[in-house]
């Protein structure tokens, strides 16, 4: 594995609601990102609690965690662990019900 891959990983396993994005919480700088952060934020998550890594800040990162999902776009989910998808993954999952079950479930 990497040092980058070793650095996604770790990050993966050690925050319970992590999204890769383009820009941060407070100031995502795409669409898709921004939708993201409002989705999460609608099934109850405090913006406090989403450890985000700003893509554009690291191409390394950004190019790695393509390949450490297998899944070519960005925002990318992850909750306790898991890969959940991107945006529109999201809001689907959001729409039924399921992301805030995955959300609430203990570890």
Do not use: H
């Not at 998808?85 to 570890?107: F, H, R, T, W």
Request: proline share 4%; charged share 20%; net charge negative.
């Amino acid at each position: 594995m990497s040092d980058t891959q070793q650095r996604i990983d770790t990050l993966v396993k050690s925050n319970d609601v992590l999204l890769f994005m383009k820009g941060n919480a407070s100031f995502p700088q795409c669409g898709f990102s921004g939708r993201a952060v409002q989705i999460l934020k609608a099934c109850g998550v405090d913006a406090k609690a989403i450890k985000t890594v700003n893509v554009l800040e690291d191409d390394a990162i950004r190019q790695g965690i393509k390949e450490y999902s297998n899944w070519p776009t960005i925002p990318q989910l992850y909750i306790k662990g898991e890969f959940i998808g991107g945006s529109d993954i999201m809001m689907e999952m959001y729409e039924n019900g399921e992301l805030q079950q995955v959300i609430n479930a203990p570890k």
